[in-house]
């Protein structure tokens, strides 16, 4: 029978390859879930600095102004309910009471000088600021449809119709690339235009 040292020992050494394994495998774990969060591992990944970026190469650069939805005008009031959509909704809006709103009406698009015309989309955003400083918000747009389904395809439209630096004018070439791969897009723009 071995000493009690010598069993120790031998422990001890078995031991410490699978425990600096685990430490290993932990870390590179952690390591990977950040390099997967931080955008390394999937560069063609949409990021909000590249849309962003695509509405100021379509728009330009308007300091001062958001980069869409450029024009509006922001707005305070409170919202009442009378308590009688309770029955349909848990929601703390609908509770009897008035609520604070913070809200924004505005146009769509990077365009801050943009002309009021009525074929121009339209906005309204509400923050509903709730008691125990719970938020709901909520965004709506006056087109039927939305010419796109997806935020990637919003995107690809930003840069097909960004303008030309040579003409100042979208690519016809780069807008029909655009249609051809979203042609939810063109299917669309027929629906609305026999709206």
Known sequence: MEPFWFRAALVTKVGVPN???A????????AGAFACAGGWLSPDRLTQDRMM?????????????????????????WFESSGEAAAL??????KPGHVPVVGRFALAGG???QTDGPATVRSMALRFLLPGAAE????????????VNSA?????QLLASSPDPATGRPNPAGMKAFLAAHPETVRNEVAEAFD
């Not at 430490?23 to 952690?30: F, G, H, K, N």
């Not at 909704?89 to 609908?94: D, I, L, P, T």
């Not at 709901?136 to 010419?147: A, D, E, Q």
């Open 89 to 94: 909704s848990k929601a703390a809006v609908f």
């Open 53 to 77: 970026a695509a509405f100021q190469d379509a728009n330009g650069i308007h300091a001062g102004f958001r980069r869409n939805h450029a024009k509006g005008i922001c707005v305070t009031g």
């Open 23 to 30: 430490i290993a495998t932990v870390m590179l774990s952690v």
């Open 136 to 147: 709901w918000r909520t965004g709506m747009n006056n087109i039927p449809v939305f010419p």
């Open 111 to 113: 365009m801050p000088f």
């Open 152 to 156: 990637r395809g919003f995107y690809e």
């Open 19 to 21: 425990r600096l394994g």
